[in-house]
């Protein structure tokens, strides 16, 4: 299983000083290995593949001051844990900066959002890096000169939209002003939108890309880049100029869905068939340490209990996540209704409502195997009363993939790709468009191309005995859509469902306009579940997005006058 292979630190540090600088966006001149050391196709490739590197969200200043987890590309913290989908986790004193960020209490000058902020903006650095060398190469020709900087270009449409939907305002850089010798040429003011820069940038990649590169499922494709604009599309309400791309990707882009929903959450089945862009992973590459692994959800993991390690015992599933998974007598989900009544954590067997089976996919819950480690149990959680007695699972590697697809018998470093845009997605993210601009009953068929997935009798999650571990109930729906509010609730429902954990939640809660009565109806019931969140409240017109980290506005002054503006309510 090899991928695009990820700079070493030292090397990216030779070829671009953004990552080790505390000036926001500021390098200084390529050092050791020179402009025309790299004005060649090794050289252009070596730095494209430093911009790849940086998906993952990892920096090369690992652990200090800015943990893995703080730019983590899954934004379990601030997609997952913000929402409905799942809490800190762990116990009460672990990671606090988390806890203020899950109450909506946080600051600006929290460690973990100037981590996120320097991850996306170190990955523009490298891409216009890129960009700049590309037409400098002497043995490339003009066709390969095209395709590096139309995989930088998407590569800086992708980390421009991170920072976009986690901070609103936030400035754009691109090639004619990023200067790797000039550290004022990046202190650029926060007052314009730009999503047309993000958009520009991706049309370019979608217009320049192959369809499929051979032997690189890494790098970024025509459609990669199509569902990434058709994204950013959708985060704008754009729906008709979102809907031909989705549609061209169904229909020409030659994926399909995989028969077992959990293959998409393995490492064994890494880039399969319904894959359009994963950020790659991989161990025993040959690194002194595990650099390349998974390190973002380096936490979330079961406490104990047997399974993977004793640590740490983050990133809990919530109960309000659980219960949406119980389905009614006809298989459907329930809406409305879902956190009336709990689905228990302990005694799980003795439940006897009918489930969607993606729920033992999701979540680990007592009394069911967790994978191939064994049955999952009260061992596996760090504190229930803090977080309460759900695991995550979409992140964990098997046991029987110990050593192959993990580091050196360390589960917690493995190579179970993120995939960040999968077929589900753009079938959805279509199903909503329908809704919004088309039909109905296509909005119909599109989710239920999703659900007859999840009800594959071979693809639930079984018992020793070959039963399945929960009572699954889970159908299409067979009556015709014909009331709109109706069906976008049913799609919006669904993209929960299929995505839960996946760092996506908060984000198109946001999007949809609904964030601040979904959180704020869910923290009224967990404040009485959690005590830690009493008092929580989502504040609208402000918790949208995230404060822009105070020291980057420090360091972005110009004689003394800050450049960026913060957002409101910080």
């Known amino acids: 299983m090899k991928k695009i292979k990820i700079i070493s630190a030292v090397m990216v540090a030779m070829l671009s000083a953004a990552s080790c600088n505390d ?80 109450a909506f ?75 790797a010798a000039d550290a004022q040429s990046t202190k650029l003011p926060n007052d314009k939108e730009i999503w047309p820069n993000i958009e520009a940038d991706l049309k370019f990649a979608y217009d320049n890309l192959p369809n499929r590169w051979a032997g690189a499922p890494g790098r970024a494709t025509k459609w990669a880049a199509g569902a990434t604009l058709a994204k950013a599309y959708l985060f704008q309400g754009k729906y008709a100029e979102a ?59 079961p406490y104990g209990g047997g399974a993977l390690t004793t640590c740490c015992g983050f990133f809990q599933p919530s109960q309000n996540l659980v219960n949406a998974f119980k389905t009614d007598a006809d298989g459907l989900p329930l809406i409305s209704n879902f956190n009336q009544g709990d689905v228990p954590g302990t005694n799980s067997q003795t439940y006897a409502g009918n489930l969607d089976p993606r729920l033992d996919w999701t979540v680990g819950r007592e009394g069911v195997p967790y994978l191939d ?63 919004e601009i088309g039909s109905l009953d296509k909005a119909r068929e599109l989710v239920n191309q999703i659900r007859k997935r999840a009800a594959n009798p071979n693809g639930v999650v079984k018992l020793a005995n070959g039963n399945p571990a929960g009572n699954y109930v889970i159908k299409e729906y067979a009556t015709p859509w014909t009331d709109k509010a109706a069906a976008r609730n049913a799609v919006r429902f669904e993209q929960r469902l299929e995505f839960a954990m996946e760092g996506h939640r908060f984000f198109d809660l946001v999007r949809w306009g609904i964030a601040d009565q979904v959180i704020n109806d869910y923290l009224s019931v967990e404040q009485n579940r959690r005590v830690y969140l009493k008092g929580a409240k989502f504040v609208k017109g402000k918790h949208e997005y995230f404060p822009i980290p105070a020291q980057e506005i420090l360091n972005s002054a110009i004689g003394g006058t800050p450049t960026l503006v913060q957002n409101p309510g910080y």
């Open 243 to 301: 809907k031909p791309i989705l549609e061209a990707i169904i229909n020409t882009g030659g994926y399909k869905l995989v028969d077992n929903y959990h293959d998409n959450f393995r490492a064994a089945t890494n880039n399969n068939s319904e894959s359009i862009f994963e950020i790659q992973h991989s161990v025993n590459d040959g690194a002194a340490i595990s650099n390349n692994g998974n390190r973002g959800a380096t936490l979330n993991y």
């Open 23 to 102: 000036e926001f966006l500021s390098v200084t001149p390529l050092g050791v290995l020179s402009e025309a050391t790299l004005s060649n196709a090794a050289g252009v490739n070596l730095v494209l593949t430093g911009a790849y590197s940086l998906l993952d969200g990892v920096q090369t200043n690992v652990g200090s001051p800015f943990p893995d987890w703080t730019g983590s590309a899954d934004n379990w913290v601030y997609g997952s844990v913000t929402s409905d989908d799942a809490y800190k986790g762990s116990n009460a004193g672990d990671q606090p900066e988390i806890s203020l960020i899950e």
């Open 373 to 435: 480690w064994g049955i999952h149990n009260s061992q596996y959680i760090r504190d229930p009363a803090y977080a309460g007695p759900f695991s995550p699972k979409k992140n964990a590697p098997y046991r029987s993939e110990n050593g192959t697809n993990t580091w050196t018998g360390n589960p917690r470093q493995n190579a179970n790709n993120y995939r960040i845009i999968r077929l589900s997605h753009v079938i959805l993210w279509l199903a909503e468009c329908e809704v």
């Open 105 to 179: 209490t946080h600051t600006s000058d929290l460690t973990h959002f100037r981590g996120k902020w320097r991850a996306v903006y170190d990955g523009v650095a490298r891409s216009n890096d890129v960009i700049q060398l590309a037409p400098k190469a002497t043995d490339l020709s003009d066709a390969d000169k095209n395709l590096a900087i139309a995989q930088a270009r998407f590569l800086r449409g992708h980390y421009h939209f991170e920072a976009r939907k986690m901070f609103n305002k936030v400035p754009y850089v691109d090639d004619k002003t990023y200067n």
